[in-house]
């Protein structure tokens, strides 16, 4: 496949290269505001696993505009929070560390003045490894730790979105979102592959449990956890089934992830390569490509799964 093949077979690829976003899954959280409106009268808002950095950069662009509907570029504050290193973005406060250490919950609030944010987004995704099972298991760790932190920094009442993969066990994590937030919504934008068993929980309304005392136990589904939230409020604690509305959201006449398109769309656009925004600066596989360019694997590597969205 040509440098061009990728830009064909993936519009989302091509269109944020051509809009400036560092990778396509902008276009993910671009589609589930235009749905849910939640960046409305955000000022501290919190990016959960944001490397390489495009949902910071809708962030940036969507809170810190100043115009006259907007005022909200003096109080606005984003922080973003990933392990790997991330390019600077304007406006965007970086750390570079663990969702999972209490230490970053603490150095996010001390971004705040001790204030807790409105909003808190996830798109943390573990390095997959094409089994299926294994990699649900570890998004399921992954999304609970950022449940975990965001215990420790959301207000009540804000809102919190994040990455999930739709496994065989995923009703036990809608009840455990549930626990939290009034409001649970699966949604799916349309930029996300429909080969892809991700989608998005949409949080509204958090409302944790009475007494509850955020805590950073690895992981809400342990036993001693579990144990904790059954002697807190018996009424409110349910690992029963729960029904989650599931909803679509993008523009379902725009375009498709799963469609490959002209380089020349519908003929009404020139087409004109763009290279990638910004290059991941330190990415974990950087030494497997070194040993790969020196011959030095014993076989090629495939990194390539087709039912994660990235
Ligand atoms: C799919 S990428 C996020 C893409 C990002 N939303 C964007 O739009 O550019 C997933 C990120 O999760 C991060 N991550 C995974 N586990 C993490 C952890 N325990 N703490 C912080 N970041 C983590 C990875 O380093 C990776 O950068």
Redesign the pocket.
């Known amino acids: 496949m040509g440098k061009f093949g990728k830009d064909k077979r993936d519009i989302y690829y091509r269109l944020a290269k051509e809009e400036g976003?560092?990778?396509r899954?902008?276009f993910?959280?671009l589609q589930i505001d235009d749905q849910f409106h939640i960046l409305n009268g955000v000022k501290r808002c919190v990016?959960?696993?944001?490397?390489?950095?495009?949902?910071?950069?809708?962030l940036a662009r969507r809170l810190l505009v100043s115009d006259d509907k907007n005022d909200n570029k003096e109080c606005c504050k984003i922080v973003a929070?990933?392990?790997?290193a991330?390019a600077p973005i304007p406006g965007v406060i970086q750390l570079q560390?663990?969702?999972?250490?209490h230490s970053?919950a603490t150095a996010i609030i001390d971004h705040f003045d001790g204030i807790a944010a409105d909003l808190v987004?996830c798109?943390?995704?573990?390095?997959v490894t094409g089994l299926h099972d294994i990699d649900t298991y570890i998004q399921a760790e992954?999304l609970l730790?950022g449940v975990n932190i965001t215990t420790h920094i959301l207000k009540p009442g804000g809102t919190f979105v994040a990455?999930i993969f739709r496994g065989k066990d995923v009703e036990l994590l809608y009840s455990q979102l549930k626990i939290f937030f009034d409001e649970v919504i699966i949604s799916k934008p349309r930029s996300s592959r429909t080969s892809s068993i991700e989608a998005f929980a949409v949080c509204r309304g958090y409302n944790p449990p009475n007494q509850y005392e955020p805590t950073m136990f690895n992981t809400l589904m342990e036993g001693e956890c579990q144990k904790y939230f059954e002697q807190l409020d018996e009424n409110k604690f349910h690992v029963n089934r729960t029904i989650i509305p599931f909803m679509a959201c993008g523009d379902l006449s725009g375009f498709d992830s799963d469609t490959t398109y002209s380089l020349n769309i519908d003929n009404q656009k020139d087409y004109k390569y763009h290279e990638p925004n910004q290059k991941p600066i330190d990415p974990?596989y950087k030494v497997a490509v070194q040993l790969r360019k020196a011959n030095a694997l014993d076989k090629p590597m495939d990194f390539k799964s087709d039912s994660i969205d990235?």
Do not use: E, F, H
């Open positions: 976003y560092r990778a899954s902008a993910k959280l990016d959960l696993c944001a490397a390489p950095g495009s949902w910071s950069q809708v929070v990933d392990l790997q991330m560390g663990d969702i999972t250490n970053t987004v798109d943390g995704a573990p390095d992954l730790a990455k974990p990235t």
